[in-house]
C-alpha cells in the first residue's frame, strides 16, 4: 500500500509561484510512477506532470510545458511540483498519484491517490 499526502497549495496572484509537495509512506519498488493531474470545477481531471522514482524521466501535460517541473527526492520520499507563471487558468484541485510506472500514472491508471490540495490563482 502507498499513502500519497499533497501540501503546497493556497492563493497565488497571476504570474506568480507555487511549489507543491507530496510525501509517500510505503512506498514499494512496485510503484515507480509518481505524477500530478488537477481538476477544476465543471472539468474533467487533467494530466499534469510524471515522474520516475528510479529513473528520474519525466513528462509534462501540455498547458504547463515550460512553466511547471515536477522532481523528485528519494531520500524523502517526496515528489514536488515546482510551478511557475502560473495563469488563471491553472486554479484547480490538484491530486498526487502513484503506480507501476511512470506511463501507466500519465494515463490516469494509477493505483494510488492524494486527497488533493486547491490552487488558486486569481488577483
Known amino acids: 500500500q502507498v499513502r500519497l499526502v499533497e501540501s503546497g497549495g493556497g492563493l497565488v496572484q497571476p504570474g506568480g509561484s507555487l511549489r507543491l509537495s507530496c510525501v509517500a509512506s510505503g512506498r514499494s519498488f512496485s510503484s515507480d510512477g509518481v505524477g500530478w493531474f488537477r481538476q477544476a470545477p465543471g472539468k474533467e481531471r487533467e494530466f499534469v506532470a510524471v515522474?520516475?522514482?528510479?529513473?528520474?524521466?519525466?513528462s509534462y501535460g501540455g498547458s504547463v510545458q515550460g512553466r511547471f517541473t515536477i522532481s523528485r527526492d528519494n531520500t524523502k520520499n517526496t515528489v514536488y511540483l515546482q510551478m511557475n507563471s502560473l495563469k488563471p487558468e491553472d486554479t484547480a484541485v490538484y491530486y498526487c498519484?502513484?503506480?507501476?510506472?511512470?506511463?501507466?500514472?500519465?494515463?490516469?491508471?494509477?493505483?494510488?491517490w492524494g486527497q488533493g490540495t486547491q490552487v488558486t490563482v486569481s488577483s
Open positions: 515522474i520516475s522514482w528510479r529513473g528520474g524521466g519525466t
Open positions: 498519484a502513484a503506480g507501476r510506472t511512470a506511463s501507466t500514472v500519465s494515463t490516469g491508471a494509477g493505483h494510488y
